[in-house]
Nanobody
Framework: VQLQAFGGGLVQAGDSLRLSCAAS????????LGWFRQTPGKEREFVAS????????KYADTVKGRFSAARGNTKNTVYLQMNSLKPEDTAVYYC????????????WGQGTHVTVSS
C-alpha cells in the first residue's frame, strides 16, 4: 500500500485543519489506516486510527474530543479533522496502514508538517 498525506500548514492556536491520506496500490477495505506524529527528539506517537471496513475509530488521549478521523467518499481516502489546535500539536504527521489482523504498521506515507502558533 502506498500512502500520500497532505493538508498540513501553519495555523494559529484554536484554529482547525484537515489532513488527508490517499492510499493506492490495493484496496484498503480490510485495513486500518492511522495517523501518527513526530517532533524532533521524540518518538513517533499514535494519534488516531480508523478501521476502513466498519469505521471504528481510536484516538490518543491527547487529541480525544478535538481530532476526528473519517473515511472519505472514495474507498481509499481518510481524513483527520483537527479542531481546537494547540501549539503542542505541532509535529510532522504521518499516515500509516496495516491489515486489520496485523500487529505492526507496515506501510507509511511521507509526513506533512503542521505548525500551530500561539
Amino acid at each position: 500500500v502506498q500512502l500520500q498525506a497532505f493538508g498540513g500548514g501553519l495555523v494559529q492556536a484554536g484554529d482547525s485543519l484537515r489532513l488527508s491520506c490517499a492510499a493506492s496500490g490495493r484496496t484498503v477495505t480490510n485495513y486500518i489506516l492511522g495517523w501518527f506524529r513526530q517532533t524532533p527528539g521524540k518518538e513517533r506517537e499514535f494519534v488516531a486510527s480508523i478501521r476502513m471496513s466498519v469505521g471504528i475509530t481510536k484516538y490518543a488521549d491527547t487529541v480525544k474530543g478535538r481530532f476526528s478521523a473519517a473515511r472519505g467518499n472514495t474507498k481509499n481516502t481518510v481524513y483527520l479533522q483537527m479542531n481546537s489546535l494547540k501549539p503542542e500539536d505541532t509535529a510532522v504527521y504521518y499516515c500509516a496502514a496495516k491489515h486489520f489482523a496485523a500487529q505492526e504498521w507496515n506501510s507509511w506515507g511521507q509526513g506533512t508538517h503542521v505548525t500551530v502558533s500561539s
